[in-house]
């Protein structure tokens, strides 16, 4: 995760970006900005964002193209994802929450419930990467296990029969 942690902001409309970052930069975040879902992609894959705030309708490729192309892209790391839209209706929540968003927030934002689900977003993601990193030492560890026992194996052949078995 970068230290501060790093934010995208994707809307088609920039006074709804611009509300975001007021709202979001006095809490001390990296925050970068798309205006569209080619846009979001792009700077998806370059910046790798700790979160990303993704509006629902916009031209081009609407966000849940985009959520799903980033939840299915393997090369990425875990990168949550809040859909921020219009869009209130339950079928809509489920359609983005299948499309692989990990929450919803409705238009206009809650100002106070924004900055708690980022910050709960933020710690899923410092979780997820703790236990990434977990996983390849420990990994690594059992791989150099797997080298000692086998280099163990080789030198039996070294020892007295009586010592060998």
């Not at 100002?111 to 689900?117: E, G, H, K, N, P």
């Given at each position: 995760?970068?230290?501060?942690?790093?934010?995208?902001?994707?809307?088609?409309?920039?006074?709804n970006r611009d509300i975001l970052m007021a709202r979001l930069g006095p809490q001390g975040y990296d925050l970068k900005q798309a205006a569209d879902g080619e846009e979001a992609?792009?700077?998806?894959?370059?910046?790798?964002?700790?979160?990303?705030l993704l509006d629902v309708m916009m031209p081009k490729i609407d966000g849940i193209e985009v959520c799903k192309t980033l939840k299915n892209d393997t090369n990425l790391p875990f990168m949550p994802i809040i859909l921020?839209?219009?869009k209130a209706d339950s079928k809509d929540v489920v359609t983005g929450l299948e499309a692989g968003a990990d929450d919803y927030l409705t238009k206009p934002i809650d100002?106070?419930?924004?900055?708690?689900?980022v910050k709960a977003a933020l710690r899923l993601k410092q979780l997820h990467d703790q236990i990434t990193e977990m996983n390849k030492n420990l990994e690594q560890r059992v791989g150099d296990q797997l080298v000692e026992i086998e280099r163990m194996s080789g030198l039996k052949r070294f020892l007295?029969?009586?010592i060998a078995e």
């Open positions: 995760m970068h230290n501060p942690p790093r934010i995208l902001i994707v809307d088609d409309n920039e006074t992609l792009a700077a998806a894959r370059e910046l790798l964002p700790d979160l990303i921020c839209t219009a100002q106070t419930a924004l900055v708690a689900r007295p029969p009586q």
